[in-house]
């Protein structure tokens, strides 16, 4: 392995993550090809649909429900990540940073790769048919947006814009896993997970280290440049602006307000704290998004059963 | 090469910091201490950490250097043939906007940053030295781009996916005129652009060029034996 890459931090291997600790060594390269050790993108995938889900119905969420959108989170997520590595396996090999991957260092071949790709749409699949017919061809739509992302980010200057559409579709296929449909306040959680995305990975633009399934696209913050933060700070109002529009006209009540509060606060430090020459502070912010999908959670669920 | 460049003047002072220690921070760190942010004549668009007059590795001798086990800074110098290259994307950047750039032997990363700039969709900048590499990080955080890096050497290998190739100075030696140029031409006979930025070396091709534009590119009298190199961006062609 490259020693000299890892000691000098240019590889976003990590010799020291979960992976290499507990995971039995021939399991080891999947996991990594479904970037398992870097769980925040299956959380920013997952979000949208149990908001969605949880706007949808009356009382608590079906637990159960909940967690098939885990596991096609997961499952969807990996593929993504899976279907990158194996298109930008020759530039893998050339940068420092990406060159111990699996697949350009060898440790799967392409053709094992598409297998686990094959696998993980299985699983995919076999979540996707617990749920409605309608719900099953809105989930498989999904796949025209996942499938054209690795290309979009080559050629355009707004990828971001096109990650938001691919990472929220959640928020159309919740409503409609509970609903059979698809109603205005689910297009409205839609257009906000949208502005959410990207706010978030402006921030995340701003930081090159922990890099995920991208290279090399830093456009909007290249584009925004100083202005990032006004920028994001108006992402962030749209994001609360849609997310209370989706809230009231699906008939939420005063405590999802409340709550909904304090996921905003939790935005507004975000942005407000925010170092965006601070790399680590970057991915700091970027990874608290967790904590502001659990409260919007938090506001739709208390909006439905206070 | 000597990169002592007023030998006759007493040096302003000895080379900031302990040697550095074997990783790029340890590197980078130094290259902060040793250099200037600053702009190189040409390029008022991109910063880059140089020795300047007033900075100690500008007076750095190389008995200096080895004392510290440091290989010649050429990545705290924008040559003439980079800063040309860099000239000629800014200005053109249909050349690189949207594809995916190799900045080859591209010491501080001038031209590799200029591509970043002008919409590379991804640019790797290939460097040996590890000062180098360090000093390419530096700079391309201080113009907000991303830049790839390959540290080893590629010179010979095949380069899948890459669209532009940037060469400045690189044929100032004849052996590793003799390694890359062969190299190059085989990328341009793939399809691949190949522009070579070049202040009259002495080892670059007399034929199988094509002239794109030419700078009049002012440089250091330390360095280079005339105030302004004319320099030349080439487009390398894959026949002679």
């Given amino acids: 392995m490259t020693s000299a890459g890892s000691r000098d931090g240019f590889t976003d291997i990590r010799p020291d993550g979960w992976i290499d600790r507990l995971a039995p060594a021939a399991a080891r390269p999947y996991l990594k090809l479904a970037r398992l050790d870097r769980p925040i993108g299956t959380w920013l995938l997952l979000f949208p649909c149990w ?22 989170a997961v499952t969807m997520r990996g593929a993504g990540c899976t279907v990158n590595d194996i298109l930008d396996r020759d530039i893998d090999g050339m940068v420092e940073r990406t060159r111990s991957r699996p697949i350009p260092s060898g ?74 449909g698809l109603d205005l306040p689910a297009v409205l959680l839609y257009a906000a997970g949208i502005v959410w995305t990207l706010g978030y990975d402006t921030i995340y633009a701003h930081q090159d280290k922990e890099d995920d399934a991208r290279i090399g696209v830093k456009s909007t913050a290249l584009r925004l440049g100083d202005a990032s933060k006004i920028w994001i700070y108006g992402f962030y109002t749209l994001t609360y602006g849609g997310l209370l529009a989706a809230g009231l006209v699906a008939g939420l009540g005063i405590w999802f307000q409340m709550v909904l509060l304090a996921a905003v606060l939790q935005l507004a430090w975000q942005v407000g704290t925010w170092r965006p020459d601070d790399q680590m502070d970057c991915l700091v912010k970027f990874k608290s998004n967790r904590w502001f999908g659990w409260l919007v959670l938090g506001a739709i669920v208390a909006g439905r059963v206070l | ?67 510290r086990d440091l290989p010649p ?73 991303a830049i790839e890096v390959s540290r080893r050497d590629i010179v010979g290998d095949p380069m899948p996916g890459i669209q532009v190739v940037l060469a400045g100075d690189v044929c100032y030696e004849k052996p590793m005129a003799d390694r890359i140029i062969p190299w190059l031409r085989g990328l341009a006979r793939d399809g691949v652009l190949v522009l070579l930025g070049d202040p009259g070396r002495a080892y670059v091709p007399k034929t199988g060029l094509e002239p794109l534009a030419r700078y009049l590119v002012p440089t250091s009298l330390d360095l280079e034996d005339k105030e302004i190199r004319e320099t030349t961006v080439w487009r390398l062609l894959g026949t002679v």
């Fill in chain 2, 73 to 145: 800074p050429y990545w705290a110098f924008a040559w003439p043939g980079g800063r040309a290259v860099a000239r000629h994307v800014l200005d053109n950047p249909g050349l690189v906007a949207g594809r995916r750039v190799l900045d080859f032997a591209a010491g501080g990363g001038v031209a590799g940053i200029a591509a970043a700039k002008a919409g590379a969709a991804l640019v790797i900048a290939a460097e040996i030295d590890d000062f180098a590499v360090a000093s390419i990080g530096l700079n391309a955080a201080a113009n907000g781009v």
């Fill in chain 1, 107 to 180: 440790q799967v071949t392409v053709r094992q790769a598409l297998a686990f790709l094959v696998l993980q749409l299985l699983i995919g699949l076999a979540v996707l048919v617990q749920f409605n017919l309608f719900t099953i061809l809105l989930g498989a739509a999904s796949l025209v947006l996942v499938f054209t992302y690795p290309t979009m980010k080559r050629i355009t200057w707004w990828p971001q814009a096109f990650l938001g559409l691919t990472f929220n579709w959640g928020a159309l296929v919740g409503w409609a896993a509970v609903t059979g």
């Fill in chain 1, 51 to 72: 908001w969605s889900q949880a706007l949808a119905t009356q009382g608590w969420p079906d637990p159960w429900m909940m967690i098939l959108f885990a596991v096609g």
């Fill in chain 2, 1 to 67: 090469m000597t990169f002592s460049p007023n030998l006759d003047s007493p040096p302003l002072g000895p080379l900031v910091g302990p040697p550095p220690g074997d990783t790029t921070a340890a590197r980078q760190a130094f290259i902060q201490a040793n250099t200037e942010l600053s702009t190189a004549p040409l390029l008022p668009e991109v910063a880059l950490h140089l020795a300047t007059q007033v900075t100690p590795l500008w007076e750095a001798t190389e008995v200096d250097l080895a004392a």
